[in-house]
């Protein structure tokens, strides 16, 4: 074998085992993290983490009990703002419209969904926070609701799309006019890929922390209603983990396992659901 | 059929997440400083034990967001350690009422690998420091007040608010005071342009930064530094001795500003005059910055009796939390204060 | 087919199915205007914003001008306001993130989409999915904790020791920095690298690389030397949309980036990007000017991604469609 043969069969499997290092080193970052989470946070998860609210500042025995209910009345919003207009939205692009608008409509979906989160804040502080003067559940539900409302209009677009020519023909070919074989031929085939969109979605605004710091703001209570400030997880955590209390950074591993852990199985879940088959034949 | 289902059942989580909630009590919704924030919270607390039907929410943002908010009208009330200047009071669309609540201190705060004892901070020390014109630990500066102690030749890492901050009010207002060049170069306010340093959000971050960074040197308030078990120095005060913060020393700085509060109650009381020898130079009072006029009765009546409650009961709970009670002339003057607010 | 009676049937209409179509003609209109309206709401929704960004903004952009993207000075007491700092924060750690994800990221791709076998391969892609959806507070939170101690401690001396001489690599030492940030955040984009140049290598032509091997070339020459040129203008897109997310991280940035607006060559220096300042001053921003400078930086960050964004698909769009053959290559 020439040297020059040989020079090159050794560099190809030393190429080839760098990318597979590489590999190896992005996969187990993330089973580090885990694995920290797990060992961090374990160990302060407890009955009052759940349950108690904020102790006064210094002492020892508070919870988060406020942050997690905070946190899901805020998804709660940002779904009931969210999803309907994605989901219509992405109908429309998938069964109705034409050349000019379908497609700035969906270069102005790609575009918020490249809009950094601070900046979403900034615009639901305008838009909401100073009309009401006051910060509230309301504006952080806005903001993370125009966070989910490009994601999932360009995920129902995409799994309606998919949707084969033949079921819309039979639908026609039954007589059924437009907005039926939409209702109930099209739709339900897609419903699997449409609802993964809708979770994957929110459970990537669960954990968004910026376009929360002046919306929602923050609580050391209950936040009764929809018109007060709220405390939530993410913000919590930051604020825990960038104080001097050791108290306050145990609940901050603690908070940031139910976080990581929630949007981690719903991720997890969700994307098992979808693999497993769909309501039709792919073509 | 199916999405008809869905929709009741969000419909339903709706008001019941809502009327679970919803409750009747006054809400007040208050920020700003981080300073008196363990007092605060502290105060909050037991309040809300003793009068169920009240919540206040405060939030410790630092005093720059406190004034802002309370401008924009986003809280109820403010709360500042720098006092509003004319032309933030003018911002205001109703007048804004200064209530001074307890007295504090901002500390040097410092951790210095291998040493234990207490540093003597000399003015010229301290603005040097933050100046960025001392930057090792064993410069003369620092090692001519503190013989006997053996300080490192580390680099000096300067910790400093990244945000609006009333404690650094308090800061920049003594080394205003005590050098000229600070003066002119930064001057005072709850924001200034650094020299040097990290920055840190609120006490509760720089003491953080502090805590983990070897070498450091920050300004906060002394119960920060004493919760956290970080380490602070004594200043020199305008007679010449070396004055660690505690109660006696910042009510002896409060004594004489006691006598001349003017109305409106916002005064400095950094580097008293040396006449005064057991004063700490760099002590403050912080306010609660409260509308004059409540469009709502309910949270005007419950902030009035809330502040009452604060001057008179609720100043038992200062000394265990290192803040120092107000002088009795200046809680006479407060409550009769308290009658101009709307 | 039968009509219901009183249906209107035009009589030049012919054929019951037109028919139908006809009598609830109303129906589908409603469904056409309603799905309309929605997607309409997204296009106002953008319009709202970048109108609201330039509003806001209007006094500092007045007083200051271009002087803003020039000036690095940030001093809210005397009311003089500039940019350059956090636009040179942004740019450094981003940098930072780059030079450490692109090699990272493209190398894992290929391995996914040259050598794995496609059940491995993909559920290794699904792993760095998870990766991407861990929160940003999260990723900050480790931060904090684990990586700037380390970096004060071990790495950042190491690279003094060894690599001091560099400018990039002088000064003292605080563990939060330009190069903790550029870290963190290399590590939060390296998942969107990965898999979009996974998906733009997948989409070359096999018989690219079958007629390399068949000249003889081993795989890694194949790859490397056929494959991945091809894919090229794709990876640069996965670089860009990388670069954008990078650009708009606030809170991992934020917690280890040091809070310092200063311009300074040296890695190991505190520093302040765009979206932390954001984070840290907006809500305590007192005077209109100084809220008017916050926000025309919040307009500055979101042109910036806007424009990479833009380009980043384009890229990958003409990358896919030269793949898959709708384009010549």
Excluded at chain 2, 15 to 35: E, H
Excluded at chain 2, 240 to 262: D, N, T, W, Y
Excluded at chain 3, 202 to 212: G, V
Aim: hydrophobic share 50%.
């Amino acid at each position: 074998m020439s040297l020059r043969l040989a020079w090159r069969k050794s560099l190809n499997v030393f190429m080839l085992s760098l990318t597979g290092i590489c590999v190896l080193i992005t996969v187990s970052v993330l089973f580090f993290i885990l694995g920290y989470l797990v060992y961090n946070g374990g160990k302060d998860l407890s009955w009052s983490f759940f349950t108690h609210l904020p102790a006064p500042v210094g002492e020892e025995g508070g919870g988060m009990a406020n942050a997690i209910l905070g946190s899901l009345k805020l998804l709660l919003l940002a779904a009931l703002f969210g999803v309907p207009i994605g989901l219509l939205g992405g109908v429309y692009l998938a069964e109705f419209g034409g050349r000019t608008f379908p497609f700035i409509i969906r270069y102005t979906a790609d575009l918020m969904n490249g809009v950094p989160s601070i900046v979403i804040g900034i615009f639901a502080y305008a838009l909401v926070v100073m009309p009401m003067h006051h910060f509230s559940t309301l504006a952080g539900g806005v903001a993370l609701g125009v966070m989910v409302i490009p994601t999932v209009l360009r995920n129902t677009e995409s799994f309606l799309v998919d949707v084969p020519r033949s079921l819309r023909e039979g639908a026609f070919a039954m007589g059924a006019n437009k907005w039926k074989m939409i209702a109930t031929v099209v739709l339900p085939a897609a419903s699997r890929g449409i609802m993964t969109g809708v979770l994957l979605a929110l459970a990537r605004v669960a954990g968004e922390t910026a376009p929360l710091l002046f919306t929602a703001f923050g609580n050391r209570f209950w936040s009764p209603g929809w018109d007060q400030p709220t405390s939530s997880l993410p913000v919590v955590i930051y604020t825990y983990a960038t104080g001097p209390y050791e108290d306050w950074h145990k609940q901050a591993w603690a908070a940031g396992l139910v976080l990581l852990g929630m949007v981690l199985v719903t991720n997890i879940l969700v994307r098992a659901f979808l693999t497993r088959g769909t309501a039709y034949e792919r073509t | 059929m199916r999405n008809v289902k869905v929709l009741c059942a969000l419909a339903a989580l709706l008001a019941i997440a809502t009327l679970a909630t919803a409750a009747g009590p006054v809400l007040l919704n208050a920020a700003g400083a981080t300073f008196p924030y363990p007092m605060y919270s502290k105060w909050f607390d037991v309040y809300h034990q003793a009068h169920p039907g009240v919540q206040i929410n405060y939030q410790s943002i630092g005093s720059g967001g406190g004034i802002r908010q309370l401008i924009d009208k986003t809280v109820d009330f403010g709360a500042s350690d720098g006092p509003m200047n004319d032309d933030q009071l003018k911002q205001a669309s109703v007048p804004i009422l200064h209530f001074p609540t307890v007295l504090g201190a901002d500390v040097p705060s410092y951790k210095i690998p291998g040493v234990t004892a207490e540093l003597n901070f000399s003015p010229e020390a301290l603005s040097g420091i933050f100046l960025g014109k001392i930057t090792k630990w064993n410069d003369p500066a620092i090692t001519s007040a503190n013989p006997g102690v053996k300080l490192p030749a580390d680099d000096i890492v300067v910790v400093h608010r990244s945000d609006g901050s009333g404690t650094t009010y308090i800061w920049t207002d003594y080394l205003s005071k005590v050098s000229p060049e600070w003066e002119k170069k930064v001057g005072k306010a709850t924001s200034v342009n650094w020299p040097v340093g990290l920055g840190g959000k609120g006490n509760e971050g720089v003491a953080g930064l502090l805590e983990q960074t070897p070498d450091s040197i920050g300004y906060i308030e002394l119960i920060y530094a004493v919760q956290n078990k970080i380490m602070y120095g004594r200043v020199k005060n305008s007679s010449g001795a070396f004055v660690k913060a505690e109660l006696a020393s910042v009510s002896a700085a409060a004594a004489a500003a006691a006598k001349i509060m003017p109305d409106d109650f916002r005064v400095s009381i950094t580097e008293p005059p040396n006449t005064n020898k057991a004063a700490y130079p760099i002590s403050s009072f912080t306010w609660l910055l409260i509308p004059g006029k409540f469009s709502d009765a309910g949270k005007r009546d419950a902030v009035k009796d809330f502040l009452k409650w604060m001057m008179t009961d609720g100043q038992q709970y200062c000394e265990p939390l290192a803040y120092a009670k107000l002088p009795k002339e200046v809680v006479a003057k407060e409550l009769k204060a308290i009658d101009k607010i709307q | 087919m039968a009509t219901t009676p009183n249906a209107a049937t035009p009589a030049d209409i012919p054929g019951p199915t037109q028919t139908l179509s006809r009598r609830w003609g109303g129906a589908d209109d409603i469904a056409h205007v309603i799905t309309l309206i929605a997607a309409a709401t997204l296009v106002l929704i953008a319009v709202l914003l970048v109108y609201q960004l330039w509003i806001l903004s209007a006094e500092a952009r007045t007083k200051f001008g271009w002087h803003f993207f020039v000036t690095d000075t940030w001093d809210p007491v005397a009311g003089d306001f500039g940019a350059l700092p956090f636009i040179y924060g942004t740019l450094v750690t981003s940098l930072v993130a780059l030079v450490l994800a692109v090699p990272l990221g493209v190398g894992a791709a290929i391995f996914l989409a040259e050598l794995a076998p496609p059940k491995l391969s993909s559920s290794l892609t699904f792993v760095s999915d998870l990766l991407a959806a861990v929160p940003s507070v999260i990723y900050g939170l480790l931060g904090v904790f684990l990586l700037v101690p380390v970096m004060r401690t071990t790495i950042q001396p190491a690279l003094k020791a060894t690599l001091g001489f560099l400018p990039i690599f002088k000064g003292p030492s605080y563990g939060i920095g330009f190069l903790t940030a550029g870290m963190v955040l290399a590590i939060m984009i390296v998942p969107f690298v990965l898999s979009v140049s996974r998906e733009v290598l997948l989409a070359i032509p096999r018989d690219q690389r079958e007629a390399a091997l068949a000249l003889g070339a081993t795989k890694w020459e194949s790859t490397w030397k056929v494959v991945v040129p091809a894919a090229r203008i794709g990876i640069f897109g996965s670089v860009f949309l990388a670069l954008a997310r990078a650009l708009g991280e606030t809170m991992a940035v934020t917690m280890v980036i040091g809070n310092n607006p200063k311009i300074a060559a040296s890695l190991f220096s505190p520093g302040y990007s765009i979206a932390a300042v954001l984070a840290n001053e907006f809500s305590e921003a007192t005077g209109n000017l100084y809220l008017s400078a916050l926000i025309e930086l919040g307009l500055v960050l979101f042109l910036l991604t806007f424009i990479l964004n833009g380009l980043a698909r384009l890229l990958i769009l003409v990358t896919t469609a030269r793949g898959s053959g709708v384009l010549p290559s």
